[in-house]
């Protein structure tokens, strides 16, 4: 006997109402927008509305349904027509449609998905657990408000999670897994009472009774049901409520064979004006309650008026199952009056009945008083009864498996994530920690590289300087030894070939040479021109000693080489002057440096400046050496970075020298560098 | 009765000696009452020993002396000059006639002062018939100075510097390019000494803050090397 007193449709009008609220509310678009976007919803939400309309006929209202998935089609808000969807869903569902319901259900569903819009995925996990609740099939309804649960404690919609607990807790009692259910209820109503939500407490209560009743253990189950009813106190729509309560407390003291206490119970339910319009199945079912308490107590009178009443009432509302119920009460009372004809016709029938609608508690029922009551058939009833029983044990058991697997699997997954994210925070505090220290090691490396570039790049300077150094002795060792050679050649001509000829005119004037006067003045002349001869070859050797004079000194010999080479490279004219500068005196750090920053200067004109002339010119003057390094070129602007190294170079090399370096350019007339650097007076002091 | 004179030329160079032989022969034929006993030395060597032999007994007359010769084995002798010098001491008497092709104006100075020869002749200037007048003036009536030292003598003359021998020597040696750090060697003086005389020299000759170059340039204007 169904005893669920609160059928979820309540419930699902309820969230429905809200979530249309919700909708209205939460479709804020642009205002130019709004008009149109209002007339659309309104379109849908009429044609939802006709849907809804009890009033209209059947197909009337199916053909609303569908014209408003029609309008929803052409809905571009993707959240709007989401909610339109789950909306048109459910009326699917309560139009009994169920091809379109798992149509639109699906396709709410995939685009809550695509929106993730987790309240949407679960609320059509709610529609598809009724669905399958509906059509009993226990498992899937199950998995379903498991999945709505989840996803309403996914957003933290405490009191949705709440109604599938409750709904969950109503399967697990269908399978008759009470204790399972116990759990459920118990979690819902923590929920419940601390949102204050009565109405679902008086539920709960009310379940958590029908739960105690099954397991026998009915002083609970009064107590809870007596909880329920003090609960209604505060509940504002009561209905039926209270009598429907009153039923099944009544139904527990009969199962606990107080039928003193059931009847009064069922009699205070009976006791309600208009019940019979307002439910008028509750008054059957209570007339009939009422009845067989009755006759288990032993009290007959008006029993099998009131069956036959009971019966009338559910026959004429094709209430199948309370036929089923009036028809197995009708047999028994027959049994115990011996009227077994009519006894076994009863019970019969109600067998047939349960078996068409596929209620196997029934058809249970009816088996077992089948195999007590025809004798002749004893054997087959009790061991289709047996069978019947066994299988549907299984089936049941097969069912309370599965929903623990669910929440097994559940349960194994969230501990899964757990340990995933466990590994996740794991793994992202080592990479940080990995990148910490390879960025440490990184830094390290390249600092190490740095100050082993800064090293090295002290042995390049100075092994340039050496370099330099080097190149300064070769060249005047190489001049040296050129000025040698010179002096070597100036003298032997001076010395040995001059001495010589001089002996041979000498000698040759000293000849008496006898002839005519013609030859004698020949003679003469030839002897004047040897004179000649060595008056060239003293010049010749004056001049081989000269060189010597005339020969630069090193330093500007090696800048003019360095000019020479640079100035191929772009084609400039290079002029270099050297004005007063001793260079003898001048020490070779200076000179390095100058070399260099003279090296750093001609690079740029080369590179940057396009100059066609170039003037050096070393000065000294009071006690500093002064070089300036002029060109024509293009020029460039004070603080552009091209130059800038290069810049940095001569600045520091200056500045290593104690001197001043100064920088003028002016674009497309051509730059002039200016370099002061005293002279150490070393020398001078010494001397002084 | 005749008058006979020694001389020795040293030279060598064998030409040279026979052109000196056939000058002093043309010579003796225009001198009345002369005879001349030659002798000549081709090295230093044979050169020192000769004056050495005749100091001990009538000496030399004339002398002609090359400066350009080879050092002498013993190394003591570099040059016609230390003969010059050494003849002086031995020989007061002899005349000397320094015949050379040198003539730069620091060596010519230098021997001028060192030998004070009676004849001074740059070969170079001279041809037989002056040659034959050298040995001539310088027997009756020295000295003779062939052209180019004359020349030099008078520049120095009519210059207001006064340079000592240091100086001189300060100049040839940069002239002919010996480095500052070698000077010491070659000069009684320190690094700073020269220096500071350098800068003096550079202070006469007006040419301060100049490289040595000008002032070498400068001294070989005035006549000085």
């Known amino acids: ?17 809200a979530l249309f609220t919700f909708s209205i509310i ?111 099939l226990y498992d899937s309804a199950y998995y379903h408000y498991y999945e709505a649960y989840k996803n309403f404690q996914g957003i933290n919609h405490e009191y949705f999670a709440g109604k599938m607990l409750y709904n969950m807790a109503i399967i697990q009692q269908d399978v008759k897994d009470y204790a399972g259910s116990e759990i459920l209820i118990f979690q819902a109503i923590s929920i419940f009472k601390k949102l204050l939500k009565n109405d679902d407490l008086y539920r709960c209560y009310n379940l958590l009774g029908t739960v105690f009743k099954h397991m026998q253990e009915y002083d609970k189950a009064i107590m809870y ?67 067989y308490t009755k006759f288990l107590s032993g009290d007959t009178v008006n029993v099998l008026q009131d069956y036959n009443k009971s019966l009338l009432i559910r026959d004429s509302l094709g209430y199948i199952s309370g036929v089923i119920t009036s028809k197995l009460h009708l047999a028994e009372f027959y049994a115990k009056y011996e009227v077994l004809d009519k006894a076994i016709l009863n019970a019969d029938e109600a067998h047939k009945l349960a078996e068409d609608v596929n209620n196997n508690r029934d058809v249970l029922a009816s088996l077992l008083l089948l195999s007590k009551l025809d004798t002749k058939n004893a054997p087959s009833y009790f061991k289709n009864y047996a069978d ?38 794991i793994i992202s505090i080592g990479s940080f920690v990995a990148l910490l220290i390879l960025s440490l090691l990184y830094f390290l490396n390249a600092q190490r590289t740095k100050n082993k570039e800064l090293v090295f790049e002290k042995e390049q300077q100075k092994s340039n300087e050496e370099i330099y150094s080097l190149m300064l002795k070769q060249q005047s060792s190489l001049e040296e030894g050129r000025l040698k050679e010179r002096q070597r050649i100036s003298e032997d001509l001076h010395d040995g070939v001059l001495g010589k000829i001089f002996g041979t005119r000498l000698a040759l004037g000293f000849l008496n040479i006898n002839g005519d006067d013609e030859t ?27 060189e010597i004079l005339s020969s630069q000194t090193d330093f500007i010999k090696i800048v003019e080489n ?10 400039f004219k290079y002029k270099i002057i050297n004005n007063n500068a001793a260079w003898d005196s001048i020490g070779n750090k200076i000179k390095i440096n100058f070399y260099r920053i003279i090296q750093e200067a001609i690079q740029n004109i080369n590179k940057y400046s396009k100059a066609k002339n170039v003037k050096i010119a070393f000065d000294l003057i009071e006690n500093s050496v002064c070089l300036t390094i002029e060109d024509d070129g293009v020029g460039f602007e004070a603080g552009s970075k091209n130059n800038g190294i290069g ?26 560098i200016s370099i002061f650097v005293p002279v150490e007076p070393d020398n001078y002091e010494k001397s002084l | 009765m005749k008058k006979v004179y020694k001389v020795l030329l040293i030279d060598d160079h064998p030409i040279i000696l026979e052109v000196y032989k056939m000058a002093i022969k043309k010579a003796s034929l225009s001198i009345e009452n002369a005879a001349f006993k030659i002798e000549t030395a081709e090295n230093s060597d044979i050169a020192l020993q000769k004056i050495a032999i005749a100091s001990k007994s009538d000496g030399f007359d004339i002398i002609f002396l090359d400066i350009k010769l080879p050092p002498s084995s013993d190394g003591e002798i570099l040059s016609g000059e230390d003969i010059g010098v050494e003849i002086n001491q031995l020989l007061p008497n002899a ?37 034959v007048e050298a040995i001539k003036t310088v027997i009756f009536d020295p000295p003779y100075y062939s052209k180019s030292v004359i020349k030099l003598l008078r520049k120095q003359i009519s210059s207001d510097y006064l340079l000592d021998k240091i100086d001189r020597q300060l100049l040839h040696e940069l002239s002919i390019g010996t480095k500052m750090k070698d000077l010491p060697d070659v000069l009684p003086m320190s690094i700073a000494g020269i220096e500071r005389r350098k800068r003096q020299l550079k202070e006469m000759f007006n040419v301060e803050d100049c490289e040595d170059r000008e002032l070498i340039l400068k001294a070989k204007e005035m006549g000085f090397i």
């Open chain 1, 225 to 291: 049901h007596t909880k329920a009813l003090e609960n209604l106190e505060n509940v504002k729509q009561k209905g039926t409520y209270k009598e429907s309560s009153l039923n099944n407390l009544g139904l527990v003291y009969q199962n606990k064979r107080d039928y003193k206490k059931a009847i009064t119970n069922f009699n205070k339910a009976l006791g309600k004006r208009d019940l019979k319009v307002q439910d008028i199945n509750l008054y059957s079912k209570l007339i009939d309650n009422l009845a």
């Open chain 2, 95 to 131: 005349k000397i006639i320094i015949s050379t092709t040198f003539n730069d104006n620091y060596r010519v100075q230098n021997i001028l002062k060192n030998v004070n020869p009676d004849g001074f002749l740059i070969k170079n200037d001279i041809d037989t018939d002056e040659l």
């Open chain 1, 388 to 425: 019947l029983s066994d299988s549907l044990q299984i089936v049941e058991r097969k069912i309370r498996d599965k929903f623990t697997r669910i929440r097994f699997e559940t349960d194994e997954y969230i501990e899964k994530t757990e340990m995933l994210s466990a590994q996740k925070m």
């Open chain 1, 647 to 672: 810049l940095k170079n001569m600045r520091s090399r200056v500045s290593k020298l104690n001197g001043n370096f100064n920088i003028e350019s002016v674009t497309d007339k051509g730059t002039t």
């Open chain 1, 562 to 571: 360095l000019l020479e080479a640079q100035s191929k490279i772009s084609n």
């Open chain 1, 1 to 17: 006997m169904k005893t669920r007193p609160t059928p979820n449709k309540l419930l699902f009008q309820l969230f429905f109402l």
């Open chain 1, 520 to 546: 004698i003045a020949k003679h003469k002349l030839y002897v004047d021109e040897l004179q000649n001869i060595e008056k060239e070859i003293r010049t010749i050797s004056h001049e081989l000693k000269n």
């Open chain 1, 26 to 136: 939460g479709c804020h678009t642009p205002n130019q927008d709004i008009v149109a976007k209002i007339a659309e919803i309104d379109s849908i939400s009429i044609w939802i509305q006709n849907a809804k309309n009890v009033s209209l006929d059947f197909r009337n209202r199916k053909q609303s349904l569908y014209k408003a998935y029609q309008q929803n089609n052409f809905q571009k808000n993707d959240s709007v027509k989401n909610s339109n969807l789950a909306k048109i869903a459910y009326e699917g569902y309560e139009l009994k449609d169920s091809v379109f319901f798992l149509k639109v259900n699906l396709e709410a569903q995939k685009l809550s998905i695509k929106l993730r819009d987790t309240f949407g995925i679960a609320d059509t996990h709610w529609s598809y657990g009724m669905y399958y609740l509906e059509n009993e």
